[in-house]
């Protein structure tokens, strides 16, 4: 073996360690190099040693050609893999053939008491092949260490026959040890936490550090499953790197960067500090975890066909390969295998929307986004126009609407840099360290936290895409100097803009951003009883909506942030400003539903249903208008398509109608319910409705195909209920996590001439016609509805009147909501 310093080994305890220390010392260059040297090092001191120890113990062979017969000294573990760090242990095996065990033994004291001598750790074990494959059978951990066996010294036929038999026992046992190494790994992560959130994490045994790397080697040894190979060396080299500093900063065997340690490693690393020292440590650990759930979702995969083939078999008569079922789940997007995945008519070279539009879709139900689906939309899709068309706002609010499920989500885009092609500020943030002992996460990770604790409140504000956005921007101003909150303010503008909202809405998200922090400080540290700590929280808000959002954002950041972040009291005292500050803010009119007159061609529609007694419909593409600072904008996207219908005035026109569209899988942007007088000299009244729709999947129904099944469910000849009861028996909609529960109020001084009773609940393919259904039961009159879908939650209002078209009494309008509420939670 080539010997890094001086031309020969040295072969005494003292010149060994002599040798070490300049090598640790003398400007060799640090990272994988210096490992490698230290490993060559110390391989040549311990061949050198087992030799003459071999010869003292009288194993020595007779020709003394080959060295020693029937015993041989094996590195395993993380020295099996020569990653030696300046304090790392020394994994040994002697591996004997069992003829000789007295003189064994003898070997073994001349072999480890020099060790012992260096104060070097020393993890040894003497054993015979046989041996060695029973423990590794008993002994997972044995099992991995022995996967990285290399030879050192002796009979090498030895050292190979073990090896070779241990790495076909590994695979001919690994549909039985993988789910037993995926525990244990899983039991390390509850006991040590994510490395790559840490503030003081342990390097090797914290979820994405160095032993899970190591799992993943074990598992591509396998051949069962392998890691995505991007990133992770380079990775395991960061953390690598970072022990080797820490051990020579402190002159410990340790793996945990403690906080008053990392000033000196970041030094010795030539980081300019802690942070960036820290961050580069999330990184790595960010990369090695997301390798593990694919890595471990691919093995449970490869397992579970490998448990159906037989019986697969059995039933397709011994032949024939039953292909991989797809089920779809959005435009371009289906499910297999577990996986959101592509369509194999997805073309994302042409869909820049595709990206968001298959994280919603995996969100909502729950799924894993592909790896391979991941990488092949981050090679080919072309980015965004700026601003962001209308779908693609509704999709990144449907996926920040998923609940826990876009966590994972949202990593998997991370992973391939779609994020900060998204959102350029993101960069800055990303696996940024929060020196705080509140804090659990790093500031991406508790933005996207944010989010998941809002989706359970959406049910509580008028404008659920606002609080969800709200939620991802609020801390981005965590990236750049000065006060977060007036950063902030500037950075949520711009990406407002860049998203597509306009500028009322921009100016919204900017004020929600701006005074995140402005309820729970002053609930907290300021005399609730003085006017004028309410008058200023009034101005800052200025109106009934942004409060009730900011109510709303700033209980998701305080649960977002960690357990000592919010209380009951804590609660209790936001909620009490903010009924304060609700009252004062309370003098503003009431807005009535819009009187605008009808256009001509809703007057010709109406005049057209009266004169054939039957529905008429008319079907316009629209689009997009240009943004308020984009007037030179051409091509604008289309939004889906204009639906305007007349209809007689009767019974059950909003359940029909909505029915319909179900059945015909139409997703309902917008809808508006009004009813017209009849011009002079017509008689009878009618309903117009001016929805938006878009196909689900696949292109739009023919008008006169959807005016014959409004007439058959207007006259009764067609069970819509029954319809789309028997087709979601069928086809299932899978959803991930448990939607926030639907909320129906009425809204109290709303309007003079109707009672409003609002809906706040899950979209989903039906809901107005189960809402139509509910309210036709309890024997109300829609006068007009005003239905709107934000991301996945659906925000409608419905001014209804009693049969004598007076507004509801109180009781009844409540008793009203509360059935509506109930039929919607069935």
């Known amino acids: 073996m080539h010997h890094p310093h001086g031309d020969s080994p040295p072969d005494d305890p003292a010149g060994y360690a002599a040798a070490r220390v300049r090598l640790l010392t003398e400007g060799t260059p640090q990272g994988p190099a210096r490992r490698t040297a230290l490993s060559h090092l110390t391989d040549n001191w311990l061949a050198t040693l087992f030799t003459t120890a071999a010869a003292a113990a009288g194993t020595a062979s007779d020709t003394g050609s080959a060295g020693t017969r029937g015993v041989a000294l094996v590195a395993v573990g993380g020295y099996g893999r020569g990653e030696l760090s300046p304090r790392s242990d020394l994994d040994l095996l002697l591996l004997h053939d069992g003829t000789d065990p007295h003189r064994v033994a003898a070997l073994a004291d001349r072999l480890w008491y020099p060790v012992w001598d260096l104060g070097l750790a020393l993890d ?9 494959r029973r423990t590794a059978a008993d002994d997972l951990k044995v099992q991995l260490g022995l996967l990285d066996a290399r030879h050192l010294a002796g009979d090498l036929a030895l050292t190979t026959a073990t090896r070779t038999t241990v790495l076909a026992d590994w695979r001919n046992q690994a549909p039985k040890r993988l789910p037993q190494l995926q525990e244990l790994c899983a039991e390390r992560a509850a006991r040590h936490g994510e490395l790559r959130y840490l503030l003081e994490p342990d390097l090797k045994e914290a979820r994405g550090g160095l032993r899970d790397a190591t799992a993943l080697r074990a598992v591509a040894a396998s051949w069962l499953a392998d890691a995505p190979r991007e990133g992770l060396d380079d990775a395991r080299r960061r953390l690598l790197d970072v022990r080797d500093a820490l051990h020579l900063t402190t002159g410990r065997a340790t793996d945990r960067l403690a ?37 471990w979702r691919e093995v449970g995969r490869v397992l579970r066909s490998r448990a159906v083939r037989p019986r697969l078999r059995a039933m397709l008569g011994g032949g024939g390969k039953q292909p991989a079922e797809r089920s779809p789940l959005a435009e371009g997007v289906v499910e297999q295998d577990g996986e959101a995945v592509l369509a194999r008519t997805a073309r ?113 504000v008028g404008r659920p895409d606002l609080l969800l956005v709200a939620a991802l921007l609020h801390d981005l101003g965590k990236g750049w100097p000065g006060d977060h909150s007036v950063t902030g303010e500037t950075i949520a503008r711009d990406a407002a803009a860049r998203i597509g909202f306009d500028r009322a809405d921009a100016t919204v998200l900017a004020t929600l951003v701006r005074h995140h922090l402005l309820l729970v400080e002053t609930a907290t540290r300021r005399d609730l009883d003085d006017p004028a700590t309410v008058r200023a929280v009034a101005d800052a808000v200025g109106s009934q909506g942004t409060l009730e959002l900011l109510h709303a954002l700033t209980e998701a950041d305080a649960l977002a942030t960690g357990p000592a972040a919010w209380s009951s009291w804590r609660g209790s005292l936001v909620a ?17 539903p819009d009187t605008t007159a009808p256009t001509a061609e809703q007057e010709r529609l109406a005049v057209e249903a009266l004169r054939t007694g039957g529905p008429v419909l008319a079907l316009h593409a629209r689009a997009e208008p240009p943004a308020d600072d984009d007037p030179g904008r051409d091509r604008p996207e289309p939004l889906g398509v204009e639906l305007l219908i007349a209809v007689p005035e009767q019974t059950g026109v909003l359940p029909a109608v909505a029915g319909v569209l ?40 023919q008008a006169t195909r959807l005016r014959a099944d409004l007439v058959r469910a207007l006259d009764g000849s067609l069970d819509i209920a029954s319809r789309l009861a028997e087709r979601d028996a069928a086809y299932p909609r899978r959803r991930g996590v448990p939607a926030p529960p639907p909320r129906v109020t009425v809204a109290a001084a709303a309007s003079r001439h109707a009672t409003v009773i609002e809906v706040r609940a899950q979209d989903a393919p039906g809901l107005l016609h189960r809402i139509g259904r509910a309210l036709e039961k309890a024997g109300v009159r829609v006068r007009s509805a005003h239905a709107g879908t934000l991301g996945a939650n659906a925000v409608d209002a419905f001014y209804v009147t009693g049969e004598t078209g007076s507004p509801l009494p109180p009781r009844e309008a409540t008793s009203v909501a509360r059935a509506l509420e109930e039929a919607l939670g069935e």
Do not use: F, M
Not at 262 to 283: F, H, K, N, S
Not at 576 to 591: C, E, I, K, Q, S
């Open 576 to 592: 009490d400003l903010v009924a304060r500050v609700a009252a004062r803010l309370a003098g503003d009119t009431p807005a009535e």
């Open 124 to 132: 040894h074990s003497v054993r015979t092949p046989a041996e060695a």
């Open 662 to 701: 179900a059945l015909h899988r139409l997703t309902v942007r917008t809808a508006e319910l009004r009813a017209l007088d009849p011009p002079d000299g017509v008689e009878g009244s009618v309903l117009v409705l001016d929805w938006r729709v878009a196909a689900e999947y696949g292109s739009l129904p």
């Open 348 to 460: 994302p070279e042409r869909d820049p929307v595709l990206p968001l539009r298959a994280a919603a879709a995996a969100a909502q139900a729950g799924l894993p986004l592909s790896p391979h689906a991941v990488r092949r939309l981050a090679a080919t899709t072309r980015p965004l126009p700026t601003p962001w068309p209308a779908e693609a706002r509704e999709q990144l609010v449907t996926l920040l609407g998923a609940g826990r499920p876009t966590v994972d989500v949202w990593e998997a885009l991370e992973a391939e840099g779609l994020i900060t092609r998204l959102l350029p500020d993101w960069e800055r943030v990303r696996c940024r360290p929060q020196r705080n002992a509140v804090h659990l996460w790093t500031v991406d990770r508790h933005l996207i936290e944010t989010a998941v604790r809002a989706s359970a409140l959406t049910r509580r």
């Open 259 to 295: 906080l008053q340690e990392q000033d000196q490693v970041a030094a010795a690393l030539g980081l300019p500090t802690a942070d960036a020292l820290l961050r580069q440590v999330y990184e790595a650990a960010r990369v090695l975890s997301y390798a593990g759930d694919v890595t």
